[in-house]
């Protein structure tokens, strides 16, 4: 670094100090790399501070600082993103909201409860049961994760297809846009059709117009008696046809798949026992709330209908909370678990009912394109959403894994655009799916989203680089 940029960097890191106290501001080489990433490995960090406010006057301030300066600002949550959404690789401001984790103005009536942006998931999760109600967004993640960063990628999970995504459970929202301004959102309504719903640009955002500072989420009744069957199924095909057989019944609160790939590492790697001794190329998942005896007879006569037409191999039924956590574990462990190899993750969506084609013709491709790569699958099947998981071979460079993962994605998404589907159905574009959102989104969109993103951030301050290029 020249010394005339050491000098500048210096002296934008003392007015920081300013705004909010020096030891809220980190520049150690620890904290940048900690904080200046999500849970993705593929960029090397280089944020030039962290700073950690503790209300929205200070998010404020250190927006307009920015602005001042021509500093980019990286929202930061959790830091358990997929897509290298908060990442800061170019020198810019990482804005993190580890300090504001409260949760106020509980309402019973309303079932709505305010958090700030770093709530920790399960934080709001415990205290709507400590409520007797419940928060339904749930996944691997949620002890880590923030309110903030679940609704900057409008996060989905394992209860989509009954609950829907953290987008269905978001109130009213407190921002600070790109230029500075604070803008209070919906106000919390049920009802209010009163023009262009803002908080929605911001749901899904990621942090590319602004900054979550506060969200009022909604809350529900906890659901009763849920059921987990864990079924042994011999092909892809056959977990959708398991899928609509019971969906025609049951109303169902999970339906998730995942491959016997994915289940021998999770069982290799943690104190997990398999579900049934046979193993099964693949598995599906499926829970439901048991309420009544009728419920639970039409389920096992389903499955006996799933064993008949050959769809379901084996199969076991919980039959308590921790048998159903116990089968539960077996899904939930195998994205951390596969980490390790610095996995290329594919998460691509189509309508529920093109599934079956749709599969057959991306396995095609993958099987004949990654012969030598280990695959592993799983996803939340009953929402369309697959996850296609490519582990890196540990002899292979970093660099040369993505150039090759790349080069198949580009045949993958060519299906995904055939089949009007998402390239990235629920962990964002960030950096990783970039080059990849016209396969989605069409040009007249993005340039109304370019559109959209300097209206908030005339600048291109907040999340530079991110999503889209301006
Ligand atoms: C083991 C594991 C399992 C996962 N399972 C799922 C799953 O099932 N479903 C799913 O949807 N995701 C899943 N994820 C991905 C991830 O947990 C979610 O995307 C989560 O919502 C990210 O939240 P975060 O607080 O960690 O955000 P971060 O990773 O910190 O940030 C994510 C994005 O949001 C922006 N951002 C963060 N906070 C704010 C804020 N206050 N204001 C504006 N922008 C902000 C960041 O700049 C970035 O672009 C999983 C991740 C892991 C590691």
Redesign the pocket.
């Known amino acids: 670094m020249s010394s005339q940029r050491d000098a500048d960097h210096q002296q934008i890191i003392a007015q920081l100090e300013q705004l909010l106290e020096p030891k809220r501001v980190l520049t150690d080489a620890e904290s940048l790399e900690n904080w200046g990433r ?2 993705t490995r593929f960029h090397t960090p280089a944020p030039l501070a962290i700073a950690f406010p503790k209300d929205i006057n200070e998010v404020q301030a250190l927006v307009r600082f920015a602005n001042e300066q021509k500093l980019g600002i ?14 800061a690789l170019n020198g810019e401001l990482v ?1 993190s ?1 580890d300090r ?1 984790n409260k949760i106020s103005d509980f309402s019973p009536v309303d079932r709505t409860v305010r958090c700030e ?2 709530v ?2 399960e934080q709001l999760q415990n205290f709507a049961e400590e409520q007797e109600l419940y928060y339904p ?6 002890g ?15 209860k ?1 297809i009954r609950y829907g ?2 987008r269905d459970w978001v109130a009213g929202l407190k ?1 600070v846009t790109g230029k500075g301004e604070i803008l209070e959102l919906n106000h919390d309504l049920l009802k209010n059709n009163t023009g262009y719903d803002l908080r929605q640009l ?1 749901i899904g ?9 506060e969200a009022t989420m909604r809350l529900v009744r906890p659901p009763r008696d849920l059921t987990a069957l864990l079924l042994g199924v011999p092909d892809m095909p056959a977990v959708m046809r398991v899928l609509e057989r019971f969906q025609k019944a049951i109303d169902l609160t999970a339906f998730e798949f995942f491959s016997e790939k994915a289940l021998a590492k999770v069982v290799e790697h943690h104190p997990v026992q398999r579900p049934f001794e046979s193993k099964t190329p693949y598995y599906a998942l499926l829970e439901f709330e048991c309420l009544n005896e009728e419920l639970m007879e039409q389920a096992m006569n389903l499955f006996e209908e799933c064993l008949e037409a050959g769809d379901v191999e084996d199969g076991v039924i919980s039959q308590s909370l921790s048998q159903l956590e116990n089968l539960w574990k077996c899904r ?1 462990y ?3 678990t596969i ?1 390790r190899w610095t996995p290329y993750k594919n ?1 691509i969506s189509v309508v529920t009912s093109k599934v079956p084609m749709f599969l057959e013709e991306i396995e095609q491709v993958v099987n004949s394109q990654y012969p030598d790569f280990e695959i592993i699958w799983f996803g ?1 099947i009953g929402d369309g959403n697959l ?1 296609l998981n490519i582990l890196k071979p540990d002899a292979l460079d970093r660099d040369e894994f993505l150039q090759q993962c790349e080069n198949v994605s580009r045949q993958v998404f060519d299906i995904v655009q055939q089949y009007k589907g998402s390239v990235s ?4 574009v ?1 950096l990783l799916k970039k080059k990849w959102l016209g396969y989605s989104r069409s040009e007249a969109e993005i340039s109304y989203m370019k559109a959209i993103k300097l209206a908030f951030d005339p600048n291109n301050i ?2 530079p680089g ?2 889209l290029d301006v």
């Open positions: 999500d849970w990286v929202p930061s949550g959790g830091r358990t993103g997929l897509s290298s959404g908060a990442v804005i909201f504001m942006a770093g920790i998931t967004v749930d996944f691997a993640s949620s880590s994760s923030q309110i903030g960063g679940n609704i900057a990628t409008n996060a989905g999970g394992i989509v995504m953290t921002v911001f955002g990621e942090g590319t117009l602004g900054l979550i500072v939930e195998i994205s951390e980490t998460d939340h996850h159905a629920e962990h964002g960030g907040m999340n991110k999503m």
